[in-house]
């Protein structure tokens, strides 16, 4: 994801509308490695910056998305995550805690599938489901 400044320029260079609530999501967004749903980054976002809405949060996170800033994660149970980091990853979730984390594995785009009869992949995902340290 890129920094908040630069995506402040790339807002305003598509001509979204740059607020003080979007700037401080940008900040929030950067970095975060904790992969946040949207209302808990609502959350946080109301304790530094009370009257944001719900709306404004789900609508700069869709328009990042959009922009290629921010993957989506669904981890299942209907939890939507998004994740900062979009680089080449996969993730790992606790069943405990529901914590997500980054994993890398390598070779994944080489994996041969059978079974596929004609169907294109475009990107894989790999989601792992276990235990963290602290719920073990």
């Known amino acids: 994801m ?17 607020t003080p609530q979007r700037q401080l999501l940008f900040r929030l967004m950067h970095g975060n490695t904790m992969h946040p749903t949207a209302e808990a980054l609502y959350s946080e976002a109301s304790a ?15 328009d990042l998305a959009s922009m ?3 993957r989506l994660i669904d981890v299942g149970a209907g939890a ?6 979009v680089d080449e990853h996969h993730h790992v979730i606790c069943q405990g ?5 980054d994993v890398y594995v390598a070779g994944s785009q080489a994996l041969h599938i ?14 792992f489901h276990g235990s963290c340290a602290s719920c073990a």
């Open 2 to 18: 890129k920094s908040p400044t630069e995506l402040t320029e790339a807002f305003r260079a598509t001509g979204l509308k740059v």
């Open 97 to 101: 805690c529901g914590n997500v984390r």
């Open 68 to 70: 290629g800033e921010l």
């Open 80 to 85: 939507v995550r998004f994740d900062p980091n």
């Open 114 to 127: 059978e079974g596929l009869d004609g169907f294109s992949v475009d990107s894989t995902s790999i989601l």
């Open 48 to 62: 530094q910056m009370p009257g944001i809405s719900l709306r404004t949060v789900y609508q700069t996170l869709t």
